[in-house]
């Protein structure tokens, strides 16, 4: 999993698909956010080497909170031709992204 900063954010944007997670070490709910970063994890040899997923601490990169609109940690996007295709929030395992990918 790439670690995405506000300096590097921009590789998000240019691949076709990426899934990036927002959430922070210090998260409030830390087995929901341990939880999500372990199914990102296990989802990543799964998927094509063309889909980006990436992490984004929102403690360390407030502007990328506040630019798009994290709410509640943890909180996944979806991103499609650089464009928000969803927003999950506090989503748990593996299942609403295979969802997703149909």
Do not use: H
């Not at 590097?8 to 959430?23: G, Y």
């Not at 341990?34 to 889909?51: F, G, I, R, S, W």
């Not at 499609?80 to 989503?91: S, V």
């Amino acid at each position: 999993m790439k670690i995405l900063t506000e300096k590097n954010f921009d590789e998000v944007l240019a691949k076709p698909f990426a899934i990036v997670n927002f959430s922070t070490r210090f998260c409030r709910d830390a087995e929901k956010c341990a939880a999500q970063e372990e199914a990102l994890q296990n989802m990543e040899d799964k998927l094509p080497k063309e889909v980006l997923i990436g992490s984004v601490d929102v403690d360390q990169n407030p502007y990328l909170a506040v630019k798009y609109e994290i709410k509640k940690l943890p909180t996944t996007l979806i991103f499609k031709d650089g464009e928000i295709a969803d927003y999950l929030e506090t989503m748990q395992g593996e299942e609403p992204l295979n969802n997703e990918e149909n």
